[in-house]
C-alpha cells in the first residue's frame, strides 16, 4: 500500500534491465519503494539492476520471466503477487528488432510482435486482474510515438505499439472505479541501448526525461505521458496528414 504521503512502496518492473525501467525504479527507491520485484531474463545486466537497488536502499526479489513464454505468465507473477500488494507496475520490456532485415525475414518480424504486444497482453492482463483484486495499484505501460502513426521505416515494431497502446488505453478504461489506473507512456526517440547506432530523430530525450515524466504522471494521476510532452501537439497533426502528404516526409 502507498505510505501517509502517497509514495508507492513496491514495484514490479517487468523487463527488469530496461534503462527506462531502471531510471524510474532508481527514482522510485529514493522516493521510499522499499519492495522491488525485477522479472526478466537471467542476464548480467539483470543481477547488476538488482544489486544496484539493493544498495539504494530496496528489498529486491528477481524472478525470471520472459514475455515470449506467455503460458508461463500467471505462474510467475503470481507469485509476485502473492508475496504481497503491488502499488506500481512498470511494464517495460520490449524490442525494436531490426525493420529491414525482418521484413525479410517474417518469423523475425513476428518475434518483435510477440515480445511487444501478444507478450504484454497476457503479462498485462495477469497483472490487472491481481491489481483489481488488491483494489488499488497503478499499471504504467511503455508504448512509444511510433504506434501513433505507422511509417516506412519502422512499421513492424510501430505496429506492436499500437497494438500494445489500444489494448493499454481499453485496459485502463476497463478498470475505471476498481481503484487501479493504467498509465500509457509514449516517449519519442530514446537515447539509449535500444537505439545506439541509429540516426537520432527530432526531439529526442533520454531515459532519465521519461523516468522524470513517468514519476509526475504518477503523482498526477495522468493516463496518458508524452516524453517530451510537446510530442503531443506534433503527433496529433501528424496523425492526421493524408497519406500521400505523409509518404512525403520520408520519416
Ligand atoms: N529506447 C527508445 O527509443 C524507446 C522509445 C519509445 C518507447 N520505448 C519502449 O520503452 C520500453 C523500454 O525500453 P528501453 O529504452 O528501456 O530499452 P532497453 O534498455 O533495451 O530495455 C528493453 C527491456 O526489454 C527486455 N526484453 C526484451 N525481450 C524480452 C523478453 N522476451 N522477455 C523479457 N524481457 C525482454 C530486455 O531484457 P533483456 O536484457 O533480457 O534483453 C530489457 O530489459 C520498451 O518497451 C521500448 O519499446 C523505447
Known amino acids: 500500500m502507498k505510505n501517509a504521503l502517497g509514495q508507492p512502496q513496491s514495484l514490479l518492473l517487468l523487463g527488469g534491465s530496461s534503462e527506462i525501467g531502471l531510471a524510474t525504479a532508481r527514482r522510485l527507491v529514493r522516493a521510499r519503494t522499499r519492495r522491488v520485484h525485477l522479472a526478466g531474463r537471467p542476464s548480467p545486466a539483470l ?17 525470471d520471466f520472459d514475455a515470449e513464454a506467455v503460458e508461463t505468465h500467471e505462474t510467475v507473477l503470481g507469485k509476485v503477487f502473492a508475496d504481497g500488494d503491488i502499488d506500481v507496475v512498470l511494464l517495460a520490456f520490449g524490442v525494436l528488432g531490426d525493420q529491414r532485415r525482418d521484413e525479410q525475414d517474417p518469423i523475425a518480424a513476428a518475434a518483435v510482435a510477440r515480445v511487444n504486444y501478444v507478450g504484454a497482453v497476457t503479462s498485462g492482463l495477469v497483472c490487472a486482474q491481481a491489481l483489481r483484486r488488491q483494489g488499488h495499484g497503478s499499471l504504467v505501460v511503455l508504448s512509444s510515438v511510433a504506434g501513433e502513426r505507422a511509417r516506412s521505416a519502422n512499421f513492424i515494431y510501430g505496429s506492436s505499439k499500437a497494438g500494445l497502446d489500444a489494448f493499454a488505453q481499453g485496459l485502463g478504461d476497463s478498470l475505471q472505479g476498481s481503484g487501479v489506473q493504467v498509465m500509457v507512456v509514449r516517449p519519442g526517440f530514446v537515447r539509449g541501448r535500444m537505439t545506439e547506432g541509429l540516426t537520432e530523430a ?50
Open 47 to 63: 543481477s547488476a539492476a538488482a544489486e544496484e537497488l539493493t544498495a539504494l536502499g530496496a528489498q529486491v526479489s528477481v524472478h
Open 202 to 251: 527530432p526531439m529526442a530525450t533520454t531515459p532519465d526525461a521519461v523516468a522524470d515524466a513517468i514519476m509526475a504522471g504518477l503523482r498526477r494521476g495522468s493516463e496518458t505521458v508524452w516524453v517530451p510532452g510537446a510530442l503531443r501537439v506534433v503527433m496529433s497533426g501528424l496523425r492526421h496528414l493524408p497519406r500521400p502528404v505523409f509518404r512525403r516526409l520520408g520519416v
